[in-house]
């Protein structure tokens, strides 16, 4: 499942779930690649829509818990 919300946060963030997929796979070893490969595109795009109704991190895409106002990855405030 983390393969999935990781490919949604970077179809998020590029727009486009080929090359996320790409680029996401650029970062994998052998077995987490293929692991990657076989995640539908559908699960993707579901969790893409759930993760649409969080708030997320201008700069960095993260979601943010919806009472704290700092991003914990980059440090932005909201
Ligand atoms: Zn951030």
Do not use: F, N, Q
Not at 32 to 39: C, F, K
């Amino acid at each position: 499942m983390k393969h999935v919300y990781a490919l949604a946060e970077r179809d998020a963030r590029c727009g486009d779930l080929a090359a996320a997929r790409d680029d996401y796979l650029a970062s994998l070893d052998a077995d987490d690649g293929l692991a990657v490969l076989l995640v539908p595109d559908e699960a993707v795009v579901a969790a893409a829509a759930g993760r649409r109704t969080r708030p997320a991190c201008a700069r960095c895409g993260a979601r943010l818990p919806r009472k704290r106002r700092r991003c914990s990855r980059c440090g932005l405030h909201a």
